[in-house]
Nanobody
């Protein structure tokens, strides 16, 4: 599975962005998918995840109610809709394909996209 993240950019606080993660590979639809973010000198932080079976979603407390993860299996794409953005959301955002049940642990992800920068100005 190869992942390509896009959609990052510069936005003012309170604004919105939608990140996309396009996947290649016939088995994409059977992977649980997640979004993480990372700032310099800190570990990659869980943001959101979605199960391939049933579509259950999970969010970090810091983004709950503001971010929405979704997937379009026909397009092999996972999205992260980010609303009411805050300066503390500034980070490089990565999408990943999960290889186990533990969606909040970045070490459990088998594949990663290259990352897309999100910058929120105050």
């Amino acid at each position: 599975v190869q992942l390509q993240a896009s959609g990052g950019g510069l936005v003012q606080a309170g604004g919105s962005l939608r990140l996309s993660c396009a996947a290649s590979g016939r088995t994409f639809s059977r992977y649980d998918m997640g979004w993480f973010r990372q700032v310099p000198r800190k570990e990659r932080e869980f943001v959101a995840a979605i199960r391939w079976r049933g579509g259950s979603t999970y969010y970090a407390d810091s983004v709950k109610g503001r971010f929405t993860i979704s997937r379009d299996s026909a397009k092999n794409t996972v999205y992260l809709q980010m609303n009411s953005l805050k300066p503390e959301d500034t980070a490089v955002y990565y999408c990943g394909a999960l290889s186990s049940h533990y969606y909040s642990d970045y070490a459990e992800y088998a594949y990663w996209g290259q990352g897309t920068q999100v910058t929120v100005s105050s």
